[in-house]
């Protein structure tokens, strides 16, 4: 089958990938609301396109943290790629290089950082969550120093992890097999709902690993009680994370720090205040809080609260280079796509990536060519209509 678009890829990875994995990348928190918001959102907002402007060449290269990209649409972080496919951060990081944009590890990965950083070059960050030893913080950042990483994305919005039913339905579903199952968990923080029962006990396969604990000093790692390894690293994840760690965090490293997470204009106001390098506004691909607003609605807000002294991307939701330029015209230096490249890597692979993002450019592209702008900087708030937009009223000529 010719694949068209990205969401194609969706239909067949949950072909091609066991249900609890499908379920667990495709699901949101509780009624998924906010799941099917985070798309809808897009679809209302409408395009002002202006004419007779010539784009016979269109620039798309922009400049992110200081490093010049080929588009405004990076990769956000996910965690255990190679429970999709056994390349996993292997194939992204290859194909994000080879795209010319950025790449963002997570913390969680089934590859550390010196082993992304060793398939070649290419722009990476790193997505962090802190735990209560800061020691294990303070030993992964200094890490993904040494690798070459350009910016720590400190996620904020999970202090607690969201409620996703999907997810609960497999784990009693398959609650006498689960210590079989160890492929059909895709992130540390997931291993708490699916394993949290204490008759179960979680030890992580040989072939299967969260490279970027390999070797630190975890203290009782190898003491787990009978809940297991997802117990007790659920245990170190920092509830009381505040404001005040990010403060510390900029005092460990002198990488810049985007913050990830963020929806209102308060606390905009206060990632400008506490010298964030940047702002991603993000409700986690509407896995956390439900009823929360669809990323692309919460954009505008957190644009103004900044007074553009920070740039602000976007993550969750974005599936076509129309809804890139969307985001962009509401102020958006750039978005992060997760979903879209999780499953494009579960279909094909480097390959599947590497096309998700090459259509993705190509429709950005055509996007701009057809609403009359030549550059990034050409893109307007003039060029949509948001359905909070006041009525307008045309000139007189």
């Known amino acids: 089958m010719e694949i068209t678009n990205v969401m194609e890829y969706e239909a067949l990875a949950k072909e091609k990938l066991p249900k609890m994995i499908y379920d667990y990348?495709?699901?949101?928190?509780?009624?998924?609301?906010?799941?099917?918001?985070?798309?809808?959102?897009?679809?209302?907002?409408?395009?002002?396109?202006?004419?007779?402007?010539?784009?016979s060449k269109?620039?798309?290269?922009?400049?992110?943290?200081?490093?010049?990209?080929?588009?405004?649409?990076?990769?956000?972080?996910?965690?255990?790629?190679?429970?999709?496919?056994?390349?996993?951060?292997?194939?992204?990081?290859?194909?994000?290089?080879?795209?010319?944009?950025?790449m963002t590890l997570s913390s969680w990965a089934?590859?550390?950082?010196?082993?992304?950083?060793?398939?070649?070059?290419?722009?990476?960050?790193?997505?962090?969550?802190?735990?209560?030893?800061?020691?294990?913080?303070?030993?992964?950042?200094?890490?993904?120093?040494?690798?070459?990483?350009?910016?720590?994305?400190?996620?904020?919005?999970?202090?607690?992890?969201?409620?996703?039913?999907?997810?609960?339905?497999?784990?009693?579903?398959?609650?006498?097999?689960?210590?079989?199952?160890?492929?059909?968990?895709?992130?540390?923080?997931?291993?708490?709902?699916?394993?949290?029962?204490?008759?179960?006990?979680?030890?992580?396969?040989?072939?299967?690993?969260?490279?970027?604990?390999?070797?630190?000093?975890?203290?009782?790692?190898?003491?787990?009680?009978?809940?297991?390894?997802?117990?007790y690293v659920a245990g170190q994840v920092d509830r009381s994370l505040s404001w005040k760690d990010v403060k510390w965090l900029k005092s460990i490293t002198p990488l810049p720090i985007l913050v990830k997470g963020v929806l209102t204009a308060e606390d905009a106001r206060i990632a400008v205040q506490s010298g964030v390098a940047g702002i991603i506004v993000s409700n986690h691909?509407?896995?956390?809080l439900d009823y929360v607003p669809a990323t692309i609605t919460a954009?505008?807000?957190?644009?103004?609260?900044?007074?553009?002294?920070?740039?602000?991307?976007?993550?969750?939701?974005?599936?076509?280079?129309?809804?890139?330029?969307?985001a962009l015209a509401l102020g958006a230096s750039g978005v992060f796509i997760g979903r879209p490249v999780i499953f494009s890597l579960a279909v094909d692979g480097e390959a599947g990536v590497r096309k998700t993002l090459q259509m993705l450019h190509d429709e950005l592209e055509l996007t701009m060519a057809l609403s009359g702008c030549r550059s990034l900087a050409e893109i307007t708030r003039n060029h949509i209509v948001a359905p909070w937009d006041p009525p307008r009223i045309a000139p007189k000529l």
């Not at 900044?306 to 991307?313: A, E, M, N």
């Not at 599936?319 to 890139?324: F, K, Q």
Request: charged share 25%.
């Open 299 to 326: 954009l505008e807000e957190v644009v103004e609260a900044t007074q553009r002294r920070v740039p602000v991307f976007l993550d969750g939701g974005v599936r076509r280079g129309t809804d890139v330029f969307k």
């Open 25 to 55: 990348y495709a699901s949101g928190a509780e009624d998924q609301w906010t799941l099917m918001e985070n798309r809808n959102a897009f679809s209302r907002i409408l395009f002002r396109p202006r004419i007779l402007i010539d784009v």
């Open 110 to 231: 089934t590859s550390s950082v010196e082993e992304v950083a060793s398939t070649g070059p290419g722009v990476r960050f790193f997505q962090l969550y802190v735990y209560k030893d800061r020691s294990v913080v303070t030993q992964l950042v200094k890490r993904a120093e040494k690798a070459g990483f350009k910016a720590i994305v400190l996620t904020v919005d999970t202090p607690r992890l969201g409620r996703r039913e999907s997810d609960i339905k497999n784990r009693s579903n398959h609650r006498l097999q689960i210590t079989n199952l160890p492929l059909f968990i895709a992130s540390i923080t997931e291993l708490t709902c699916f394993l949290n029962v204490p008759s179960y006990r979680f030890v992580l396969p040989q072939n299967l690993s969260l490279k970027n604990f390999d070797g630190l000093n975890l203290g009782k790692l190898d003491k787990t009680d009978d809940s297991g390894l997802a117990s």
């Open 285 to 288: 691909g509407a896995r956390q």
């Open 58 to 102: 269109i620039d798309m290269t922009t400049t992110v943290l200081g490093f010049k990209i080929s588009m405004p649409i990076m990769v956000a972080p996910t965690a255990m790629q190679k429970m999709a496919h056994p390349d996993g951060e292997y194939a992204t990081a290859r194909a994000s290089a080879a795209a010319g944009t950025i």
